[in-house]
């Protein structure tokens, strides 16, 4: 598994961080720690997380690192709490994410849950520097925690007990008035001159309908095994411009308790979340859709996971990338507005939210405040289970999901 040695990696940052914390920081605490750290952790032979991990008799020097690790765990962790996230200094983020994972593997209680906590955390809090190397680690706990087991059998996955929603192959019906354009399996060819060249929206047929995620992921006890565990950040309310929004960061397990199983009375919606790159072993379960790679930069999509219950609703809003919205459980209604129709939308005024409408529920207009709104045309679809909608840039988007619902969103540029 992870090759991650301690000692080496150590050394890549925190002179660094020296630097920057005793000039421009508060830091002269967290210095002399961050010193006598990487002197405990030069002592070490060149350890891997696993052995880390698994080391029966942890040495003097390991048990030093854990006490030092603790205390700029405290430390970075009140500076990351301190003012808003967004002025929060890019190095105590690093620190943070560093001293998370030392602390973790040289904790002797070995908790496998309360290390795939902190080091969840540390993936959402810290930066990109160190993301790699918890993810992997992160990877590691999971394959202790299952012991390897793969239940994925189809016995287990046909199971109706466990399934989050029955299998329907009929769309509900009455939903659609302006139907989009639909194509079975496009060629590329045909994908990209007809569609994606011109920025016209299409739905895909047949190209997701196989992919692995399509049984598995309708399969609660999957979940809980593959990451019940794992701490996710969920959207809590109506929707993202509604008053009564908020954000909470919980454990994949107990989300789907609260807010699927049983219908909790506020909505909770784990909505554009990279799980996928938190939970690698997910990758397994899809493939990526050839059409990302008519790619301008070469570079891979980024992949979202949108999980919720019925009635989870994302207002009308546009984004700055092509999108391949891939249904994986459930149905959802979507509504499409070319870019040309943004002056009856009414754009959001300000920096935070102005890709999305003041309107927030397209479904229940105030005609009288947004008069212009009823000469907006539009075109429609519901998507079900296999289904991919193409989204071009800039075309705006409404979406309400009809039943429990998972989705997946391919981003590119
Ligand atoms: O599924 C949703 O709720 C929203 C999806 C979306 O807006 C997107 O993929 O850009």
């Given amino acids: 598994m992870t090759n991650l040695a301690i000692d080496r990696l150590a050394q890549r940052e925190i002179s660094h961080w020296q630097t920057i914390l005793q000039k421009e920081y508060d830091g002269q605490a967290a210095c002399f720690l961050l ?24 040495s003097c020097s390991v048990a030093n690192a854990h006490k030092l690790a603790k205390g700029l765990l405290t430390k970075s962790w009140e500076e990351l709490h301190v003012g808003e996230w967004s002025v929060v200094p890019q190095v105590w983020r690093e620190v943070y994410a560093f001293v998370s994972l030392v602390f973790v593997c040289t904790d002797v209680s070995r908790d496998i849950e309360e290390a795939s906590r902190l080091l969840d955390l540390a993936v959402l809090l810290g930066t990109e520097s160190w993301k790699e190397d918890i993810l992997a ?9 299952t012991g390897y087991v793969s239940l994925w059998s189809d016995t287990v996955l046909q199971q109706q007990a466990h399934r ?37 929206p299409l739905l895909i047929k047949g190209v997701a309908t196989e992919w692995p995620c399509i049984k598995r992921w309708n399969n609660i006890v999957y979940w809980k095994q593959i990451a019940g565990n794992r701490l996710v ?29 049983q219908s909790s009375r506020r909505i909770g919606y784990l909505a554009q979340h990279p799980l996928l790159e938190q939970v690698p072993s997910l990758m397994n ?9 008519l790619s301008e930069t070469n570079s891979l999509p980024r992949i979202h996971i949108w999980f919720g ?52 529920d397209i479904e229940q207009v105030d005609t009288e405040k947004y008069p212009d709104y009823m000469d907006a045309v539009y075109q429609e679809c519901v998507v079900g289970s296999g289904d991919m909608l193409y989204i071009p840039p800039g075309y705006w988007h409404y979406v309400k999901a009809l039943d429990k619902s998972i989705s997946l969103s391919f981003w590119w540029t």
């Fill in 309 to 360: 219950p019925k009635n989870t609703r994302t207002p009308l809003h546009y984004d700055a990338q092509h999108n391949l919205f891939v249904q994986v459980v459930g149905w959802k209604y979507i509504r499409l507005y070319a870019p040309g129709e943004s002056s009856k939308l009414y754009p959001s005024e300000g920096t935070l939210h102005k890709n999305t409408s003041l309107i927030d």
């Fill in 137 to 145: 680690c992160l990877e590691y706990l999971e394959s202790v925690r």
């Fill in 285 to 293: 379960d899809i493939q990526i859709p050839e059409y990302c790679y």
């Fill in 35 to 58: 010193k006598k750290l990487l002197k405990e952790l030069r002592t070490l032979p060149r350890i891997t997380f696993a052995e880390l991990w698994n080391e029966q008799e942890r």
């Fill in 233 to 261: 950040p969920i959207e809590i309310g109506s929707s993202y411009m509604s008053e009564d929004w908020s954000q909470q960061l919980m454990k994949l397990g107990d989300f789907i308790d609260k807010y699927i199983i």
């Fill in 164 to 200: 989050l929603v029955v299998d329907s192959c009929i769309a509900p019906s009455g939903v659609v008035k302006y139907p989009l354009s639909e194509r079975h399996r496009p060629s590329l060819e045909t994908f990209f001159n007809q569609y994606m060249k011109p920025q016209l």
